[in-house]
């Protein structure tokens, strides 16, 4: 079974700025199904499509099962049965031996900068940038399934 753990920190948008960072990756992913149990996801990079389907959170993991799928398809997904979508910039970093993806939220989530990380256990320890703020793993608002509905702008 696929698993992923994960954390998420808000960024300082200040640091952020001033940072060095590689392009981002335009990304637009929407939601087939989502609730409390379990999503479906559909996502769009300019070269590349993904089915994504994830279970409950337990603690900072669950369930993962990704899928490379034809672009043109992916597109199609998103435009015949999402029920919610959002479009993002992903940068990809290293930092202190770890990877970082950091979203920069367009559209109703335009400000909100989100840090990831994923773990290879619930209880592994990293460094934190200088650029990460608070921790909002828990805080559901911040799931991009969410964020899809309930926008950033409307809080």
């Known amino acids: 079974m696929g698993v992923e753990i994960?954390?998420?920190?808000?960024?300082?948008?200040?640091?952020?700025?001033?940072?060095?960072?590689?392009?981002?990756?335009?990304?637009?992913q929407g939601y087939i199904l989502s609730d409390k149990a379990k999503t479906i996801r559909i996502r769009v990079t300019?070269?590349?499509?993904?089915?994504?389907?994830?279970?409950?959170?337990q603690g900072i993991s669950r369930a993962e099962y990704e899928y490379t799928i034809p672009v043109q398809e992916a597109g199609?997904?998103?435009?015949?049965?999402?029920i919610s979508e959002l479009e993002k910039y992903r940068y990809c970093i290293t930092f202190a031996g770890k990877l970082w993806e950091v979203d920069e939220f367009l559209?109703?989530?335009?400000?909100?900068?989100?840090a990831e990380i994923e773990?290879?256990?619930?209880t592994?320890?990293?460094?934190?940038?200088?650029?990460?703020?608070v921790e909002v793993t828990g805080d559901n608002r911040y799931y991009n399934s969410n964020l899809a509905v309930n926008p950033f702008s409307n809080w």
């Open 6 to 28: 994960e954390r998420k920190f808000l960024v300082d948008d200040k640091k952020w700025q001033q940072l060095a960072k590689p392009v981002g990756k335009h990304f637009r």
């Open 46 to 57: 300019d070269e590349h499509g993904y089915i994504t389907i994830k279970g409950a959170t």
């Open 76 to 82: 199609e997904l998103l435009n015949n049965f999402a």
């Open 107 to 114: 559209g109703s989530n335009k400000g909100l900068l989100v």
């Open 119 to 122: 773990l290879e256990q619930e």
């Open 124 to 133: 592994e320890t990293f460094e934190l940038p200088q650029w990460i703020t």
